[in-house]
């Protein structure tokens, strides 16, 4: 695997290739970020973007973390205050969870937001974006029912962050394809270059493996789920004997969670993984690739039971370091 194929593991998509490709040449020293709501405990989704910057720490680059509280109170999710406060936790989270904290910039988008120079060119983009785009920018990301006129000014703010941080390589979830795109097409109207983008897959919902897995609806994994609760809630998750399940009956895509998870969260963070199995049952499995797992679900050989109690033990592995600081932040 060269450095490009590194880079771009596990990436839903990339923006584009050619771009990614000059990175991959030269990567020491270049810029990768991602953004966060602050929230209080981490869940799956923050850590299958942390997954990637923590490949990138590996491969030379540098890292910044965009604690989003004023794109948090725009959304909806709480007082100034109390996201602040949830600020410095989610950083702790994410030191824990693997990220090196000194390779790792975490700024808070208000120490340079609410700067004059920024607050004009912000208005400038607002100038060149009709409503509607920064409405479908946001479809997937904003909170609540209603549109709100803060909801546009978000992905302005998104797009603006991706100058201000001086970032080579912008990193987010599928669901931040319409920000990137938009910022990608606006900010040349300021002086600006396109940003370079990194878009990693959604897990399907745990238990139907139709849609996306959410914390808003349906079960979500999160670092302060005790050691019983992933066994329990893996136990009960979607996992049909195939990564490529049929459609339901009115024609909705399905993936196998169980799967993507072992893909994007275990196989990233441990070089092997063992399925344990008593001797009767043929005893343990080992595994050094995804690839390798996946083809034994669909042999038969690996049992979707015993594939399950597997990814309960590791997925706990990963967790632990943060739920023991989330207690400590609470004690
Ligand atoms: C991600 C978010 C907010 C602001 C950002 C600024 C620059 C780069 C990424 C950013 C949060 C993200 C979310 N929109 O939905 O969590």
């Known amino acids: 695997m060269d450095a490009y194929d590194r880079i771009t593991r596990n990436a839903a998509e990339v923006v584009t290739d050619e771009e990614v490709r000059a990175l991959a040449d030269s990567p020491d ?6 953004g966060y709501e602050p929230s209080g405990v981490l869940h799956v989704g923050h850590m299958l973007t942390a997954n990637k910057l923590i490949e990138l720490q590996d491969e030379g680059f540098e890292v910044v973390v965009l604690l989003a509280d004023v794109h948090a109170y725009l959304n ?5 205050a109390e996201i602040r406060e949830t600020a410095t936790r989610m950083q702790e989270q994410f030191v824990a969870y693997g990220l090196d904290p000194d390779r790792t910039e ?5 120490e340079y937001q609410l700067d004059e120079e920024y607050v004009l060119d912000l208005h400038a983009l607002e100038l060149e974006t009709s409503l509607s785009r920064a409405e479908r920018a946001m479809s997937e990301i904003a909170g609540g029912d209603t549109a709100t006129v803060a909801h546009a000014v978000y992905p302005l703010m998104q797009a603006l962050d991706i100058v201000y941080l001086d970032v080579d390589l912008a990193i987010g979830g599928m669901e931040q394809r319409k920000v990137h795109m938009l910022a990608r097409d606006t900010l040349p109207s300021i002086d600006a270059a396109s940003p370079t983008c990194l878009h990693t897959p959604l897990i399907a919902d745990l238990t139907t493996g139709v849609g996306k897995m959410s914390t808003s609806s349906g079960v979500s994994i999160s670092m302060e789920d005790s050691a019983a609760d992933i066994e329990a809630k893996v136990e009960k998750a979607y996992c049909p004997p195939t990564a490529d399940p049929d459609p339901t009956d009115d024609g909705e895509e399905r993936e196998n969670p169980v799967l993507q998870l072992f893909e994007y969260h275990v196989f990233p963070r441990f070089s092997e993984v063992v399925v344990e199995r008593p001797d009767q049952y043929g005893g343990d499995l080992t595994y050094g690739s995804y690839d390798d797992l996946e083809a034994d679900l669909e042999s038969g050989e690996l049992h979707p039971a015993d594939a399950k109690g597997a990814l309960a033990t590791y997925l706990d592995d990963l967790i632990a370091p943060g739920r023991e600081r989330i207690e400590s932040q609470r004690a």
């Open 106 to 110: 975490f700024v808070l988008g208000s």
């Open 29 to 34: 020293g270049k810029r990768a970020y991602v």
């Open 76 to 80: 909806g999710k709480g007082t100034f």
